[in-house]
């Protein structure tokens, strides 16, 4: 090759084309309703996290006198619980332990479960099969059945809790991310960068993750919602978070029989569940839309 | 792993070792074989998709390699690209065997290969400038003057570097695609393209600006080519010589216009009656060839060919017929028609030629 | 250009392929069956695994606080629990095989007796939440397939995000408010008047079935919504249909290869559900108090059973397993891509 004499060629300042993370990104700030439900759950995680700024209640103190108030009594907007807490109090302040016992789970298998995914599909052959078959193991169970049985054998608690169900996602995500990268590692740029001589990590590292890494991650936020449900289910069954933690899960529990006392109060704490789970559920679909290059 | 310590400014070509007068590559008997799994109660069976093909290709020339879908030429690419192992066979660099004189590293620099699907060549999350940059970087380029080369090279196949180097796949044309594929492979200095159906998806325009502007490049660079296609006429432009493949085997092999003029082979000459006649007195109207093409997992006995060939006789499925040269300018072909004193009913007496 | 003389017939020697004499399907349903030994065997390990690494004396449910070592030592050679884990394996899986799972430690009675009791309760709930989830699911997934991106699809599909968004024991909750404590037509929790008694299908029984089915029904409902409206999206969106179309087919006629095409993956995704319905049912069960499996699990729990909690959790784990082969043999039966394979 000549060498570079041209120095209008040098020094030329080509425009920055989108790039594809770009173009996504667009694309879900113009969805109104992936927009809405992003803004919905910012506001959530903003107030569980700023809680104690908030001058609210305090979720912990409660008074027999004051046992099941409706909601719009003043003082207490949403009511009081079985034990006179003020609602509106343990509903946020429960809202952190339901996300973290949500959402960690989903995080960590995200974390363990792309690694093994990516490398069993990259490596191919029997380490593949031998990945892939541990995790046809734990397919055999029901999701819901295999979270209850590890967290009955390990016993109730919030790190518990987050074991089992990191335990019951890894194999899902482990799947999925197997699956897109043996679908990328065919494709023929990954043959013509081996062409090029470059050894595995670098084609790893350069070609697959960042065109295997969106998929997966769409597929564990639609997981997300799966989550929270399972994870309040097990404080509603009494295996997770224990009282008197706030936690919309065992409030649901706590709050069961006062269903015939004051049952709007009884049923706030799963309408928290619903719109969590509800708005990662539309945010993953919308992401997913806007990520396909067919649109 | 790299060890080279010294980001380096320029990739050189290989160095020209035999002259002239080598080979600047030669197959020697490559053969690859695919096991196919039976399952519970059939026995496994394999697809012999390149079955002892030898050729050699000289400095400066382009051969071409024909044949229907399925026929091996794909995979013998991919053999020659080390993409894939190989059963057995041996393939010699400028006389420097790979894997003994050549390391595989060394062959990438003086080898490498455009692929038929444009889009799916190139990785959607990179710019092109960061595409055809990635071959040099790997190989201790510095990325600024891997991305000063990638420019260039831009400019060489015909695209501005000014609107194209910061552009992504998906927004530039299918023609453009290609141009750029040829630039990357162009990135790391090879002296042998190998081109597998890099023009047969673009529209006919498109590919002949492609074909002229892979001419334009062999001269310019000094290179050679093997030039994969199912397209006969495009074939026949662009090649020196030419290989026609059957079931994983080379059946016939020579210059290009003598081949197309005066095919041997039964095979050939279905190819070649099979182009649709553009003049409407002289119309195509009997189908050349009959019967379903066999399936590359059980090939026919002997000749693979025979059991669709008008000419068949008995030794045709006996034993398979060895690539003979049958002029002095270095054509052959495997048919017992076409071997002297083979002992088929129209094959030429011994030494006549 | 050499004209070719034009051959008759061929001679067919040699085409090549021999066909297998055996039919794929059953090849692929042998095969299928094959793979599930290993997973059975897994399964039994996990369940026994899972049961033996909870902390705490296994004893706990049956010992009174004041017992003594000898009448503790005389309990654990009586379970089985002083000897070594591998054996304690071995010693169930053998008696597993042969029908018996041990006896509750909280009640006496045999595991696999409560087992099966309480899982023909699961069943019924089950049918009866898949009959209306199913049923809905396809009424829905079909016109928003139709009727793509237009308000049905969108009122559709919304329907189906809230289906497989809620909390269903949440949802039970909700509807035991609505229908139990405001409005009182229907009971709150139980199978049945006085107690779980012999099941019937007559009003007094079904009016108990009524919430817990319709609870159970929304999230299979709403799964079952997405994925035939993807299916049917994407058939009617293939050149066949068009050309079908365009040889003046009636409508109802394409409807019919509709169905055909999707009913393979549609069947698969329902049979799935089944499989969750029925391994899944605890969270509702406890809402409801039905007195299947999934509560039958909880007690177990609750109360550290050890036999009878490894008794439903295998029990239930080898339903679903078998669910997913029946359903891949169904699927492999009707999906003449693998027939002709």
Not at chain 3, 315 to 322: I, N
Request: charged content about 15%; proline content about 6%; some cysteine.
């Amino acid at each position: 090759m000549t060498v570079m004499t041209d120095t209008a060629l040098q020094a030329a300042p080509a425009t920055k084309a989108r790039g594809y993370w770009a173009t996504v990104g667009r694309r879900i700030v113009r969805d109104k309703v992936s927009m809405a439900c992003a803004f919905i759950l910012l506001l959530i995680f903003l107030a569980a996290i700023f809680a104690p700024y908030l001058h609210l209640a305090d979720p912990y103190q409660g008074s027999m006198i004051r046992r099941l108030r409706a909601i719009g009594t003043p003082n207490y907007p949403l009511g009081t619980d079985e034990l006179g807490r003020d609602m509106l109090a343990r509903l946020i302040y429960g809202g952190r332990l339901s996300l973290l016992i949500g959402i960690l789970p989903v995080i960590l298998a995200f974390i363990i479960g792309t690694g093994l995914g990516v490398v069993a599909g990259y490596v191919g052959g029997k380490l593949n099969t031998a990945i892939m078959r541990t995790v046809d193991v734990f397919y055999a169970f029901p999701s819901v059945l295999l979270a209850i049985a590890i967290s009955g054998a390990l016993g109730a608690g919030i790190v518990n809790s987050i074991v089992s169900l990191t335990i019951v996602f890894v194999p899902q995500i482990t799947r999925v991310a197997e699956s897109v990268t043996t679908g990328v590692r065919n494709m023929d740029y990954v043959e013509a960068a081996r062409a090029s001589g470059a050894n595995a990590f670098t084609i790893m590292r350069v070609h697959m993750l960042g065109n295997v890494l969106g998929s997966i991650f769409v597929y564990a936020t639609g997981l997300i919602s799966v989550s929270m449900i399972l994870a309040a289910g097990l404080s509603f069954l009494g295996l997770g978070t224990k009282p008197p933690e706030p936690e919309w899960g065992l409030m649901l529990n706590t709050l069961r029989t006062a269903i015939y006392v004051n049952p709007w109060v009884a049923a706030l704490p799963g309408v928290m569940i619903f719109a969590v789970s509800i708005c990662f559920n539309l945010l993953s679909d919308g992401m997913r839309s806007a990520m396909d290059i067919r649109n | 792993m790299n060890d080279i310590v010294e980001p380096i400014d320029k990739l050189e070509p290989l160095k020209d070792i035999g002259g002239v007068a080598q080979p600047l590559l030669q197959v020697v008997s490559l053969t690859k074989h695919f096991p196919v799994r039976g399952g519970l109660f059939a026995p496994s069976k394999t697809v012999r998709a390149v079955d002892d093909v030898s050729f050699a290709i000289s400095k400066g020339e382009t051969v071409g390699i024909v044949g229907e879908s399925g026929c091996g030429k794909s995979t013998t690419a991919r053999l020659l690209m080390h993409l894939m192992p190989r059963n057995s066979g041996d393939i010699i660099y400028d006389g420097r065997t790979v894997g003994r004189e050549l390391s595989l590293r060394e062959l990438r620099r003086g080898m490498q290969m455009v692929f038929q699907d444009s889009y799916a060549s190139l990785n959607p999350r990179l710019t092109i400038e960061e595409s055809i940059a990635f071959g040099p970087k790997v190989h201790g380029m510095a990325d600024k003057a891997a991305r000063l080369l990638a420019r260039e090279l831009l400019g060489k196949v015909g695209l501005r570097p000014e609107t194209f180097a910061n552009r992504y796949p998906h927004e530039v044309s299918g023609g453009q695609r290609q141009r750029v594929n040829i630039a990357r492979a162009l990135a790391l200095s090879p002296r042998l393209v190998i081109l597998d159906e890099a023009v047969s998806a673009l529209d006919k325009s498109v590919e002949a600006q492609v074909l002229n502007l892979l001419v334009d490049l062999k001269r310019e660079f000094g290179l050679t080519y093997l030039f994969i296609s199912h397209d006969l006429n495009v074939v026949r432009y662009i090649s020196d010589r030419v290989l026609v493949m059957y079931l994983g085997e080379v059946v016939e092999l020579g210059p290009v216009d003598e081949v197309w003029d005066g095919p041997a082979h039964p095979y050939t000459r279905a190819l070649l009656a099979a182009m649709p006649s553009s003049d409407p007195d002289n119309r195509t109207e009997t189908p050349p060839i009959t019967g379903d093409p066999p399936n590359p997992i059980d090939p026919p006995s002997g000749c693979r060919f025979h059991t669709r060939c008008p000419f068949a006789e008995a030794m045709c499925g006996e034993a398979t017929p060895k690539l003979t040269e049958i002029t002095v300018t270095g054509h052959q072909a495997a048919c017992y028609m076409a071997i002297p004193g083979s002992g088929h009913s129209k094959a030429p007496a011994a030494g006549v030629q | 250009m050499h004209p070719l003389p034009l051959r008759a017939a061929l001679p067919r020697w040699g085409r090549g392929e021999e066909k297998s004499r055996v039919h794929p399907v059953f090849v692929y349903i042998a095969r299928r069956v094959v793979y599930v030994i290993p997973i059975v065997a897994s399964v039994a390990l996990v369940c026994f695994l899972l049961v033996h690494i909870t902390p705490g004396d296994p004893l706990v449910a049956v010992l009174p606080a004041d017992a003594s070592q000898e009448l503790a030592q005389q309990l654990r050679v009586a379970y089985g629990f002083d000897k070594p884990l591998p054996v304690q394996f071995g010693l169930w899986v053998w008696r597993a095989l042969h029908g018996d799972l041990g006896s509750s430690i909280a009640t006496g009675r045999p595991v696999l007796s409560e087992v099966m009791k309480a899982v023909g309760n699961t069943v019924t709930l089950a049918i009866a939440a898949a009959a209306i989830g199913f049923t809905l699911g396809l009424f829905f997934g079909l016109i928003a397939g139709y009727f793509r991106d237009t308000w049905v699809d969108k009122v559709a599909t919304s329907i189906a995000i809230a289906g497989v968004s809620v909390p269903h024991y949440w949802l039970g909750m909700v509807m035991v408010i609505i229908f139990s404590v405001q409005l009182n037509w229907l009971p709150a929790v139980g199978a049945g008047p006085g107690g779980s008694g012999a099941w019937a299908w007559d009003w007094e029984h079904i009016k108990y079935l009524v919430l817990p089915a319709i609870t159970t029904s929304v999230i299979p409902m709403g799964i079952v919504t997405r994925t035939v409206r993807a299916l049917t999206g994407d058939i009617l969106s293939q050149d066949f249909v068009e050309a079908l179309r365009a040889k003046g087919l009636q409508e109802t006629k394409v409807f019919r290869h509709v169905i055909k095409n999707a009913a393979p993956t549609a069947l698969a995704v329902m049979g799935l559900q089944l499989g969750y319905m029925l391994g899944g049912s605890i969270l509702i069960e406890t809402v409801f108090s039905w007195p299947g499996s999934g509560l039958l699990l909880n007690s177990a729990i609750f109360q550290r059973d050890l036999p009878l909690l490894q008794g439903t959790i295998l029990v239930l784990a080898l339903f679903f397993v078998f669910l997913n082969l029946l359903v891949d043999i169904a699927q492999a039966s009707i999906d003449p891509r693998i027939k002709r394979s």
